[in-house]
């Protein structure tokens, strides 16, 4: 399969979305109740003045938890946006695809928790060295 010619229906990749969300801690899941995840073909408006904002695979648009305190004012609720064309353009497989899902949801809940990109870069790493350990050897390895 070329890469980028990988679709699926909009509820296969919601389901994937969901599978995501369902395998986060539980207290972490706990402290999302507040926070709408949304499904986007492509990045929108949300996304403007964003560099690179148009190729990117999710986007966290909210205060991070780190820096709220009693007197933060309220605000829109938090969003993370998940869009689902940019992730399948770089995904060749439906396995790909689940997996980067995983990746980007992580990485979109780790913003709103107040983690650095080092650390969210860190912890990515460390799911790929997981998904490498558990993935079958190749026939002749």
């Not at 949300?46 to 709220?68: D, I, N």
């Not at 709103?112 to 490498?132: H, N």
Request: charged share 25%; hydrophobic share 35%; with cysteine.
């Amino acid at each position: 399969m070329a890469l980028g010619r990988l679709r699926m229906s909009r509820s296969q990749f919601e389901r994937l979305v969901q599978e995501a969300l369902d395998g986060l801690p539980g207290e972490i899941r706990l402290h999302l109740a507040d926070v709408a995840v949304v499904v986007k073909a492509r990045p929108g408006q949300e996304v403007r003045g964003v560099p690179g904002g148009r190729t990117l695979l999710g986007l966290y648009v909210g205060t991070p938890r780190t820096e709220r305190s009693v007197f933060h004012a309220w605000s829109y609720p938090d969003t993370i946006y998940i869009y689902q064309r940019n992730i399948e353009a770089i995904c060749q497989t439906p396995d790909e695809v689940r997996h980067q899902v995983r990746i980007t949801v992580l990485h979109e809940v780790g913003h709103y928790l107040g983690l650095s990109e080092d650390q969210l870069q860190a912890l990515e790493e460390a799911l790929e060295a997981v998904r490498d350990e558990e993935a079958p050897e190749s026939p002749g390895e």
